[in-house]
């Protein structure tokens, strides 16, 4: 499972290019885009074609070659296999064939862009592309609402300026970052909400390269507290000693036990009367 470059063809690993040399053959989503980098760098292994429309039948064909002792190396058209490329019947099929499966990692569109974003990384969602049509987009969008975490997906050029309107539309005026031909030469980053960014993109003539689209968290609504005097007549009423009742409104609210007493009796004395 060799990672390839994502648009600058130097972001390729002195491993992954041995690699690609050593096989017997190079599975490939289009033969013609991987011959461009293999031929860069001096590299005559054979490709196979292997994309959504033939993996089935051509799995079967891989999995038996490498059963007769041949070694073979997969990649997607850019970036890391098999994220939102085919190639998982494969790699499916040679686990359970007891094939041993070697990743080489590398380059990857979602995490170039997770870590420009400037959005929060210790937790994401990655949802591949989001849906072509705009009610299937909205109810995905929708069952993300809550999701504490930053969400990525991949879009289209054709439909950035639908997805962003149904972003706004679900979502609200959340942090939004749209990364576009990332390692390229027109590689751009654009932030602000769905509605600004949209409204960029709306100026221009024409809009061109696939998208990273990056949401920020959802941002967290806490309730206001009660009183502590309700808090702690609450507490009294169903049952619980006065003290006891003190101790734990202030554990709860990381009080100590005398910041709580002076807060509900002030100086006119206990405002919580005693339980009867």
Not at 58 to 79: F, K, M, Q
Not at 110 to 117: G, H, P, Y
């Amino acid at each position: 499972m060799v990672s390839t470059p994502i648009g600058n063809l130097e972001d390729i690993t002195y491993r992954a290019v041995r690699i690609l040399k050593e096989a017997d053959w190079v599975a490939c989503e289009d033969t013609r885009t991987t011959r461009r980098l293999l031929d860069h760098y001096g590299i005559a292994t054979r490709t196979i074609s292997y994309h959504e429309h033939n993996e089935t039948e051509r799995a079967a064909e891989l999995i038996a070659r490498i059963e007769a002792g041949e070694t073979g190396a997969l990649v997607s058209d850019a970036g890391t296999p098999l994220l939102s490329d085919p190639g998982y019947r494969i790699v499916h099929a040679a686990a359970a064939a007891g094939i041993r499966i070697e990743p080489l990692p590398g380059p990857s569109a979602l995490l170039a862009a997770l870590v420009v974003s400037g959005l929060p990384t210790d937790q994401f969602h990655f949802g591949g592309f989001l849906p072509a049509k705009q009610g299937q987009r909205r109810h995905l969008l929708e069952s993300l609402t809550d999701e504490h975490a930053t969400l990525i997906f991949y879009e289209a050029p054709h439909r950035i300026l639908e997805a962003l309107e149904d972003i706004a539309a679900v979502l609200g005026k959340r942090d939004i970052v749209a990364a576009r031909e990332l390692t390229k030469m027109y590689e751009e980053v654009l932030r602000g909400t769905a509605d600004e960014i949209g409204a960029e993109l709306q100026k221009r003539d024409s809009i061109r390269g696939e998208f990273v689209i990056l949401i920020g968290k959802a941002l967290e609504h806490k309730a206001p507290e009660a009183p502590i005097e309700d808090t702690i007549e609450i507490l009294i009423a169903a049952g619980v000693e006065r003290m006891e009742a003190l101790k734990t409104v202030a554990r709860e609210r990381g009080l100590s036990k005398r910041e709580v007493y002076k807060l509900v009796s002030g100086p006119a004395g206990p405002k919580v009367k005693r339980k009867q």
